[in-house]
């Protein structure tokens, strides 16, 4: 029986090492990739708040109307590193 929770706890640890590998390349590539417009592939300026949709300024007016309701990329970036970072965070509590 205790050695079945060894196995079981390494492969957990395992497990998580190749999580927290995961989320750095997120991580690096989130921050470091260009945002492209959805429609027309230019560069972003906002996007959906929680999404991954992006636009351009033209193509923001054109769908939206009213760009208010978008956040600026810059914003977006913010948000999701800093849910990355809460979820590295968590994966480096002992188990």
Do not use: G, W
Request: charged share 35%; proline share 2%; with cysteine.
């Amino acid at each position: 029986m205790a050695e079945d929770k060894t196995i079981f706890l390494r492969d957990v640890r395992i497990l998580v090492d190749k999580l927290q590998k995961t989320l750095k390349t997120k991580k690096h590539n989130h921050i470091t990739m260009p945002k492209k417009c959805l429609i027309c592939e230019d560069s972003a300026e906002f996007a959906i708040k929680n999404s991954n949709d992006y636009y351009c300024k033209e193509c923001a007016e054109e769908q939206f109307n009213d760009i208010s309701c978008l956040v600026p990329v810059e914003e977006a970036n913010k948000t999701s590193e800093e849910a990355i970072d809460q979820l590295e965070e968590l994966n480096k509590t002992e188990l």
